[in-house]
């Protein structure tokens, strides 16, 4: 039986629409690459690039811990206070406010207290998954900063962040943690069946075609959200298949309104449509199960092996 206490009201879903915050969303998308890029170059690498994303926290986004010769220290967007934080393990701290800055300044801010801590870094200023992208330090057109709209932003992920870990709790084989990639800038959990997939043809803008192979280099059905942008206009749920079988994109899903996107290749439920529901969670559990089964039955998984529900076993 679930715990009632952990179903959400519409009301704890805000209203993020990406028309209203499109220009926030863009800055903070490059302040996310710059805090996951220092994860990325100081972290060990971790199959499919699980070691790059950020995680939602009871006040924003952070890297959890990562190593540095010996200490270790997190990286933190706070969007309750609105400030990055920077702790070390050695008792030191930074913090820079989250106010509109360009992208060059929040950089160089960085940098100098990553330095200032004896943390000093660097990477690749080249913004990941992004076609024509303006290296960091050059980068003054990306400044917007709506406090109402980041605090908005992070309040959906806590909600939705929820769901993912619901759903994936219903899958015994290998999953991926729910996380936040800053390349693509979108929240996601995803499936493996545990065979091998064909190679994967790459082409990501400013994304190596080997990390691309490596990433899909097994079967999955991966779901999660994007806030909007790089296709696709308003706040939405999505779901893939790779490889994706021929009948994939003819497979029924749940709800109604959920639809398959020719042009992306994935199955597309609009954000607002889960917000406005009498019950957001179920809404939304039923789309990724019913996607995931897509994906799943089309391509022969062994769900006997790979799908147990643990809600049995604990009220058994």
């Not at 913090?95 to 870094?121: C, E, N, T």
């Not at 939405?236 to 749940?254: D, G, I, M």
Request: a negative charge.
């Amino acid at each position: 039986m679930k715990n009632p206490v952990n179903r959400s009201k519409s009301t704890d879903w805000p209203d993020i629409s990406f028309a209203q915050w499109s220009e926030t969303a863009s800055t903070l998308h490059m302040w996310t690459q710059i805090v996951g890029k220092i994860r990325l170059v100081q972290t060990p690498w971790t199959n499919h690039s699980w070691h790059v994303p950020l995680y939602v926290t009871a006040k924003g986004l952070d890297t959890s811990l990562i190593p540095y010769n010996g200490k270790a220290f997190t990286i933190e967007f706070d969007f309750v206070d609105h400030q990055l934080l920077i702790i070390v393990s050695d008792g030191n701290s930074r913090s820079i406010p989250l106010k509109p800055q360009s992208v060059a300044a929040f950089y160089r801010k960085i940098m100098h207290s990553m330095k200032d801590l004896g943390l000093p870094v660097a990477i690749f200023t080249t913004p990941s998954e992004v076609t024509d992208g303006v290296p960091f330090e050059g980068d003054e057109k990306h400044c917007h900063y709506d406090r109402e709209y980041a605090t908005r932003f992070w309040r959906a992920l806590v909600q939705m962040d929820r769901v993912f870990k619901e759903f994936r709790s219903r899958f015994i084989g290998k999953c991926s943690p729910v996380h936040f990639f800053w390349g693509s800038f979108d929240m996601a959990v995803t499936r493996f069946s545990g065979r091998e997939a064909p190679p994967h043809p790459g082409g990501v803008p400013h994304f190596p075609d080997w990390a691309a192979r490596e990433a899909y280099s097994h079967e999955v059905s991966s779901a999660g959200f994007w806030p909007g942008g790089g296709g696709v206009e308003s706040a939405s749920f999505y779901s893939y298949c790779y490889p994706a079988p021929e009948n994939y994109s003819a497979q029924k899903v749940k709800p109604a309104s959920a639809f398959y996107s020719e042009k992306l290749g994935e199955f597309i439920l609009s954000y607002d449509e889960v917000r406005n529901a009498s019950s957001p969670d179920e809404l939304l559990l039923e789309f990724l199960q019913s996607t995931y089964e897509a994906a799943a039955n089309s391509a022969a998984w062994d769900r006997n092996a790979l799908e147990k529900d643990f809600t049995l076993e604990i009220n058994g």
